[in-house]
């Protein structure tokens, strides 16, 4: 009885256990995405320069680095496979169903668009601090030499600038520290100005150290300070907000711009936008951002939404949903199970309904088999060798299902199944009843038909021998009974008084 206590306490442990499991995997469905892709999009610097329409604006050419990976992902919840089923015009919701999730998309592709567009925009501010800087040295210091030696010639002036010190590494130097300023936190025009007053007055000092006489009277005048003030903030003004900070947000929003016109299929330059100040940038998207969800949005819908296209779709979807009912059924016959058999003597039940298959048929179909054939794909070149160079942009295409949680149960379950089918075992054979002889005869007597009606025929063996009959010793023949005749010779025939034999 003592073994029967603790092997159904174990039962019921792992009972809990099982249950959690069946509780995990059906709301794991709830909780994630039912279906998911997610798309790694490896642009090249000429993908950019062909989707911006080789923008440039106000005398800043753009350059186009080859920018990161970005990832692209689009989900679909189990409620957004149910809603198209229970509504009364399941082709129409569907159609809403792909329209909401081209808004999605677009909305999801366009901060990765322009994460990608930022790095084309830091690409060129520093591409316009090089030049910035290499004008500041060279310009500045050619123009005093010409100013102060009217008839100099060309190597002449190369003869100056070496004597000064005026080479290439310093100009490299130089170049150095403007970017340095620019990668500052909060890099303003104004820092950029101070660093360029700062180098013309050291060119300054560098050329009146050649130990010429034509530049003994050189000074660097409050003038020429004013006027290397103005000739930074012309040269940058196209890259500085309206508070004077160095800022990205114009060069981005005029590529996005033109990457919203491409989209839209006018190919016309869009009106100027307003860049954004430091305050705005966190909380609101440039109207270029806006422009280009839509136009994203738009041209996906007009590619996707169609009636044919929502009426395959929905059979798709019916065809998920089964999948997804036929595993969550599985679990929740089995939750029962252990529910109803809980409060009985045997709790344990069998576990194999989840484990075949069905309890992770969703994993199976949106996770296990697709992963497999990218992996062939993989090993054959990549889709974009298999498309003969189409999507070679796509840099590498995962999958995801919360179908995955219901397959991790199940393998959970599997370990559990061994060890539980044993303790089953045993409780089983330690509950199984036992009947004694004297419970078997009184069941035969309560229920003579259990009798066989035929006649029981034993067979003998026939012997040449003579007959012997075996006679038991005297102490061991047993005692022969006395009919009652014997036991009272006077007792009347008929039952009555027996004599009184007293007189005798």
């Given amino acids: 009885m003592k073994s029967v206590k603790q092997h159904r306490a174990a039962v019921i442990v792992m009972n809990v ?18 279906f998911s892709i997610r798309v790694k999009v490896d642009l090249s610097a000429e993908d950019l320069k062909s989707m911006a329409g080789n923008a440039s604006f106000e005398g800043v050419e753009v350059v186009y680095p080859d920018p990161d990976p970005v990832d692209v992902e689009l989900s679909f919840r189990t409620l957004d496979f149910v809603t198209p089923v229970l509504s009364g015009d399941p082709f129409g919701s569907t ?11 677009a909305a999801s592709l366009t901060p990765v668009i322009r994460v990608t567009v930022e790095q084309v925009a830091e690409e060129t501010i520093k591409d316009v601090i090089k030049e910035e800087a290499d004008k500041i040295v060279n310009d500045q210091a050619q123009e005093v030499i010409e100013e102060f030696i009217p008839e100099v010639t060309e190597e002449e002036t190369k003869t100056i600038l070496e004597e000064a010190e005026i080479t290439e590494s310093y100009i490299e130097s130089k170049t150095e520290e403007a970017l340095k300023i620019l990668n500052s936190e909060s890099a303003t025009i104004s820092d950029v100005q101070e660093f360029a007053v700062g180098t013309v007055k050291e060119v300054y000092e560098k050329l009146k150290g050649t130990g010429r006489p034509e530049f003994e009277e050189l000074i660097f005048d409050a003038e020429t300070e004013q006027d290397v003030r103005d000739v930074v903030r012309e040269n940058l003004d196209a890259i500085t907000d309206e508070l004077g900070n160095l800022s990205t947000d114009e060069v981005v929003d005029r590529i996005l711009e033109e990457i919203a016109a491409a989209m839209d299929g006018s190919g016309q330059q869009g009106s100027p936008v307003a860049s954004l100040s430091a305050s705005d940038a966190e909380e609101t998207a440039s109207d270029a951002e806006t422009k280009l969800t839509e136009n994203i949005s738009a041209s996906i819908k007009n590619a996707l939404v169609t009636e044919s296209n929502a009426q395959v779709f929905f059979y798709v979807t019916i065809g998920f949903l089964v999948l997804t009912a036929i595993s969550m059924l599985s679990w929740l016959y089995l939750l029962i199970k252990i529910f109803v058999k809980g409060f009985t003597l045997n709790p344990a039940v069998k576990l194999k309904a989840p484990i075949l298959f069905l309890g992770w048929l969703p994993a199976l179909v949106f996770f296990i088999i697709p992963t497999a054939a990218l992996m062939i794909v993989n ?6 060798a298999l498309t003969g160079g189409n999507f070679t942009l796509i840099g590498g295409v995962s999958f995801f299902t919360s179908g995955i949680y219901a397959l991790a149960a199940a393998v959970l379950l599997i370990l559990l199944f061994i ?11 330690e509950l199984t009843p036992r009947v004694t002889p004297q419970e078997e005869a009184a069941y035969i007597a309560a229920n003579p038909a259990l009798i066989s009606e035929q006649p029981v025929v034993k067979e003998h063996t026939v012997s040449d021998e003579p007959y012997t009959a075996d006679v038991a010793p005297a102490a061991e023949q047993p005692e022969q009974e006395l009919p009652p005749e014997a036991l009272n010779e006077d007792a009347p025939a008929d039952g009555g008084d027996a004599p009184d034999r007293e007189g005798e």
């Fill in 17 to 34: 256990v099982i249950a959690l499991l069946c509780i995990a995997a059906i709301a794991g469905y709830f909780l994630a995405p039912l």
């Fill in 419 to 429: 060890p539980y089918a044993i303790i089953r075992k045993k409780l089983k054979l």
């Fill in 95 to 105: 159609e809403t169903l792909i329209s909401d999730k081209s808004d999605e998309l």
């Fill in 379 to 384: 090993a054959l070149g990549g889709i974009g």
